[in-house]
């Protein structure tokens, strides 16, 4: 079963409209999903979401700045200011404090998770724990991938979205093509939310931040990655693990740089873990 959001709608945070879902009751512990470069909210599919949901917390998924049904940033705007993943950091702490949220269990994947480790520094008071799944910590790890990060800098044509993930999954799970193509048909045809923008604005951003001290992170953190990712190599999260105090690092068999259902049966007893760990 899906379960349908509890609520739905954009709230103002950091001089950013940002659009949001959120799922269970609001009475239970907060579990904030950021997603990665260029990705919609969406992109959290109920595979992931339910199980937290029915575990007994509230969830919330929202599209990030220059995203889906967020802000776009006009490239004028960007190219005098541009902005970097601290920003977008306040970006996902002004959400929350706009949902009179003050803390959450904070999960990102790819660029998310690196803005989830931001969070957790900067903002330390907001995170209970820490996920960061097929994340980096440092830029540099992308230009160590075999496939450009840029790869969809234009609206892509249903064949070149499914191309581009197909090449993204790993080797034990191919890619869910009526998965994908139900995201392409609702992010892309539906809401107009492709913003050929995003993937150089939050490349970019991601190059404008420095690598985070990743030692200051003094929440329990769950660090998981595939060791078929062919985006972010799998040794660039073990180093980066090993930098934070109270990460547990646990390599993903064959997975790429995605979250395929299969990998949940995986995934969602280690973050039950992590969040009883506090």
């Not at 709230?11 to 659009?19: D, E, M, P, R, T």
């Not at 959450?104 to 995170?127: D, F, N, T, W």
Request: net charge negative; with cysteine.
């Amino acid at each position: 079963m899906t379960l349908a959001p509890h609520r739905t709608g954009k709230i103002s945070a950091n001089g950013i409209g940002l659009y949001y879902e959120s799922f269970g009751d609001p009475n239970n512990p907060a579990v904030l999903l950021i997603m990665g470069v260029s990705c919609p909210c969406l992109q959290w599919f109920p595979y992931f979401i339910d199980p937290i949901v029915t575990q007994g917390y509230y969830v919330i998924r929202f599209d990030n700045r220059d995203v889906g049904l967020s802000t776009w940033i006009e490239p004028g705007d960007w190219q005098k200011s541009p902005y970097n993943l601290e920003d977008m950091a306040l970006d996902a702490v002004g959400l929350l404090k706009a949902l009179n949220i003050a803390e959450a269990h904070i999960i990102g994947v790819s660029m998310g998770g690196a803005i989830a480790q931001r969070i957790a520094i900067s903002h330390p008071e907001r995170v209970l724990t820490l996920g960061s799944i097929a994340s980096f910590a440092d830029i540099t790890a992308l230009a160590a991938g075999e496939i450009p990060a840029n790869s969809l800098a234009t609206v892509p044509t249903l064949e070149e979205y499914l191309r581009f993930w197909s090449l993204l999954a790993g080797t034990a799970f191919p890619l869910d093509v009526s998965l994908y193509s139900e995201l392409y048909r609702e992010n892309v045809v539906v809401r107009k939310g492709y913003n050929p923008d995003s993937m150089v604005h939050h490349l970019h951003a991601a190059a404008l931040s420095p690598t985070p001290e990743l030692s200051k992170i003094q929440v329990p953190t769950l660090v998981l990655h595939g060791t078929k990712d062919p985006l972010i190599p799998i040794t660039h999260a073990s180093e980066y693990a090993r930098s934070i105090p109270q990460a547990k690092f646990i390599a993903m068999e064959g997975v790429g740089h995605d979250i395929p259902q299969a990998i949940c049966s995986l995934i969602h007893p280690e973050v039950f873990t992590l969040f009883t760990t506090i």
